[in-house]
C-alpha cells in the first residue's frame, strides 16, 4: 500500500488569504493535488496577538521563524494600529475560486486572535456565537453549510465539541495525534469525528539548528508512515508564501516517492461506513514540541 497524505491548509490572516491561497492552489492544480482549505472568515486581528508574549516559548519562537518577514508589518499591526480587514467580505470572490477549483473547503475561525487566545475562557454561548457568526459568513460566500473545521492553534474544549456537534460537521481537524478518533472530554464522548494533524508543521520547525532548511524535506518524508494516514496541516501565510519554494520541494519529493494524496472528506466518509470501528480517545491540552503554549492532543 503506497503512503497516503492529506494536507489541510489553514489561512489565518487577510494577505494570507489575498496572495497565499492563490498560490497554493496554483501549486495544487499544476501537482493535480488535493487539499482542503479552511478559512479565517472575519476580522484580520493578528496584531493584537503580541499579547501572547507571557506564554513559555513565544519569543523562542517569533525569533527563529522569521515572522515579520513571513507576515508582513501590515498584518502584525492589523487590529492595533491599524483596522481590521473583513477577510470574508474582502475576500469572498478567492473564496469561492478555491471551492470552484474542486478543493474542499471548511471554516478555520471567524476571529482567528479571538479563538485561539479565548476559547479556552468562553463560555457555550459565546463559542456558539463566533462559530455561528464563521458559520454564516461561510455560508454567506459559499451558498452551502460548512462540512468541517479546524480549530485556530488547535484550541479545542468540551464547549467547541458541542457546538460542532449541533453543526452536524462530517469531522473536524482540531488536534494533534496519530488516527482518527471520536473525542471524549469530562466523560462525554461527541460524535463529531476528529481527524488530528500527524505531522509537525513548517513553522514547529523553521530556524532550528537540528532542522536546518536544506534537510527540511528529508526530514518530512522520513515521518511518513504506511500504517496509518498523514495528515499534514499547513499555512497560507507560510508554504504558500514566505516557504513556498520549499514546499514545493516538498510536494515533488513526495510525488515522486509515490505518495498518494488523498482527500479529507473522502476519508471521514469512508471511516463513517462503519462508526463501531472508530475509537475514542480522550481529548487533552498538552505542549507540543516547537509551539507556544498548550493545544489538543489525542490522549488515550
Not at 519569543?59 to 513571513?70: A, G, P
Not at 457568526?133 to 484550541?155: K, M, P, S, V
Not at 507560510?238 to 488523498?262: H, K, P, S, W, Y
Amino acid at each position: 500500500m503506497p503512503i497516503r497524505l492529506a494536507l489541510k491548509v489553514d489561512v489565518d490572516t487577510d494577505r494570507g488569504t489575498h496572495e497565499g491561497v492563490p498560490s497554493l492552489v496554483a501549486d495544487f492544480e499544476s501537482r493535480k493535488i488535493p487539499a482542503c482549505f479552511l478559512f479565517s472568515l472575519g476580522p484580520d486581528q493578528t496584531g493584537r496577538a503580541i499579547t501572547r508574549i507571557f506564554r513559555p516559548g513565544f519569543f523562542q519562537k517569533i525569533s527563529r521563524t522569521s515572522v515579520v518577514e513571513i507576515y508582513g508589518v501590515r498584518t502584525l499591526l492589523n487590529g492595533t494600529l491599524l483596522p481590521a480587514p473583513h477577510i470574508g467580505r474582502r475576500n469572498a470572490h478567492i473564496l469561492a475560486a478555491v471551492r470552484m477549483a474542486g478543493f474542499e473547503v471548511g471554516i478555520h475561525a471567524y476571529n482567528h486572535y479571538r479563538w485561539q487566545d479565548y476559547v479556552q475562557t468562553m463560555t457555550l454561548p459565546e463559542v456558539g456565537a463566533e462559530f455561528g457568526a464563521a458559520h454564516a459568513e461561510f455560508l454567506r460566500i459559499f451558498g452551502f453549510e460548512a462540512q468541517t473545521a479546524g480549530a485556530a492553534g488547535w484550541q479545542s474544549n468540551a464547549r467547541s465539541r458541542e457546538v460542532y456537534d449541533r453543526a452536524h460537521l462530517l469531522y473536524s481537524s482540531d488536534t494533534r495525534g496519530a488516527f482518527p478518533f471520536f473525542p471524549r472530554l469530562d466523560g462525554r464522548v461527541y460524535k463529531t469525528l476528529e481527524i488530528p494533524s500527524t505531522l509537525p508543521t513548517f513553522d514547529e520547525l523553521m530556524g532550528r539548528p537540528e532542522f536546518p532548511t536544506p534537510r527540511m524535506v528529508s526530514h518530512y518524508r522520513s515521518l511518513l508512515r504506511e500504517d496509518r494516514v498523514n495528515v499534514f496541516t499547513l499555512h497560507a501565510e507560510i508554504e504558500g508564501m514566505g516557504r513556498r519554494t520549499l514546499f514545493q520541494q516538498f510536494l515533488d519529493e513526495c510525488q515522486g516517492a509515490g505518495v498518494e494524496f488523498i482527500r479529507l472528506d473522502d476519508l471521514a466518509k469512508e471511516l463513517l461506513k462503519n462508526r463501531a470501528a472508530i475509537p475514542v480517545c480522550d481529548q487533552v491540552l498538552a505542549e507540543i514540541d516547537g509551539r507556544s503554549g498548550l493545544v489538543a492532543t489525542q490522549g488515550k
